[in-house]
């Protein structure tokens, strides 16, 4: 068959891949970006096909490695997903891509071999095609936002990676076989549903798996709950101390004042005045967001800094109800606010500060988080470098809405920005 007939075909291989990387992965880049690495990433897609498939025997190996050497990596670039999560992603994608080949072939090839190579080959195309997107509309629908709120786990993820890897190869060598036509046909079809059978059994297992690993992911976040509410209520528990030692001074606080006015010194009456409102100020529970949750974490957060040293400003205007979950809300802000808190400790300035600014616009919740930080402090791709647990954590909340998470240092202050789409 012509090279040139072939073209359409390659093109749409080509363009499911790059729908595939922007449904299957994190997008690191803009949509411009986006569509810029793509047309790339096609236009070399093509020219190796042009020049591999039309051939036979190992130049038609060859051309199929390539294409796999050249997508992985596109795969890498526009996905800001750990590697081997994205390694488990592709070869997960590719894997169902040669079983759906390989079925379509085995068929056309048994079932209907009357079928001209060219309408066979465009049949198998299409066919395969259609059965991607819809297989990407299903895992867009109710698979990603599992997989976006998992924890970044490297080990994990290598070892789901390492499977997918290992029934990738053995589906790949079915689509070498049957392209080459070394073995008949019976043969092959009993190895296609021999590694089918086993990788269906084996893929159930990576996905209950997947399940214990989202679990692993909220008792972390029930976790990180516990500790701020301890901590919210040790910080009632000292102001509710405060205040009975306010109570049980005030008979002697009114003892005072009956002295000063049988004498008729009204000064030294207003000065004492003035100093038990500034103590009673000082023991008073701030309020800083009507919501009860973020008033809570801001609150305990506010003692942290002012134990430390640290300046702290909150503007917010949350509203009483948010559609968020209150442990992801924990997680988000509580994490934020800690990170923040270590940056400060860690910096070794002298002059340390925390600005906290909470938004509600447009079903999209901004939360930016400026903190004084070290001179060492270095980002990769909009996070920090060395990634903790805790902004782990951060972009799982991120990711599970929609949002995103971006650094960034100037002027020796960190900034952290998380939006949520709700």
């Excluded at 068959?1 to 891949?17: D, E, K, N």
């Excluded at 500790?227 to 509710?240: D, M």
């Excluded at 800083?288 to 942290?304: D, E, F, M, P, W």
């Excluded at 999209?364 to 791709?381: G, H, V």
Aim: aromatic residues 10%.
């Amino acid at each position: 068959m012509s090279v040139l007939y072939r073209i359409p075909a390659f093109f749409c291989m080509a363009l499911c891949h790059v729908i595939a990387a922007y449904y299957m992965s994190e997008h690191r880049f803009s949509r411009k970006k986006f569509t810029v690495y793509s047309c790339l990433f096609t236009v070399s897609f093509i020219c190796v096909c042009i020049y591999g498939f039309p051939r036979e025997g190992i130049v038609r190996v060859m051309a199929y490695i390539g294409l796999l050497i050249l997508t992985f990596p596109y795969f890498c670039i526009v996905s800001r997903d750990c590697f081997p999560k994205k390694c488990f992603l592709f070869v997960t994608y590719f894997c169902l891509l040669s079983v759906l080949d390989n079925i379509l072939k085995l068929t056309v090839k048994v079932v209907m071999p009357q079928l001209s190579e060219p309408v066979g080959y465009f049949a198998v195309i299409s066919l395969r095609d259609i059965d991607l997107l819809i297989v990407l509309l299903l895992y867009k629908k109710y698979v990603a936002a599992v997989f976006r709120s998992l924890m970044v786990s490297g080990k994990r993820w290598w070892n789901l990676g390492l499977i997918a890897w290992l029934f990738y190869l053995l589906q790949a060598a079915v689509s070498i076989l049957s392209a080459e036509t070394l073995i008949s046909n019976a043969l092959l079809l009993s190895a296609f549903a021999i590694i089918s059978i086993v990788m269906c059994a084996v893929y159930a297992v990576v996905f209950s798996n997947i399940s214990y690993m989202k679990k692993d992911a909220e008792a972390e976040l029930v976790r990180q709950n516990a500790e701020h509410f301890s901590s919210r209520l040790s910080a009632l528990q000292n102001a509710e101390d405060t205040n009975r030692r306010l109570r049980h001074d005030m008979r002697h606080h009114m003892d005072a004042i009956a002295t000063y006015a049988k004498t008729g010194d009204n000064a030294a009456i207003l000065s004492y005045i003035g100093e038990y409102g500034n103590e009673i100020s000082e023991a008073a529970v701030k309020l800083y967001s009507i919501n009860r949750t973020v008033n809570s974490i801001l609150s305990v957060y506010a003692g942290k800094a002012e134990e430390n040293g640290i300046g702290f400003l909150v503007r917010c205007n949350a509203t009483r109800e948010m559609e968020v979950r209150e442990i992801d809300l924990i997680a988000l802000l509580g994490n934020l606010l800690e990170n923040a808190l270590h940056g400060c400790q860690e910096s070794g300035k002298e002059n340390k500060r925390i600005e906290i600014h909470i938004r509600l616009q447009n079903k999209r919740l901004l939360i930016l988080c400026n903190n004084t930080c070290s001179d060492e402090l270095e980002l990769a791709d909009g996070l920090p470098a060395k990634k903790s647990i805790g902004i782990s954590s951060i972009l799982s909340v991120c990711r599970k809405y929609d949002g995103n998470l971006d650094y960034k240092i100037e002027k020796e202050t960190c900034s952290a920005c998380a939006v949520l789409n709700l």
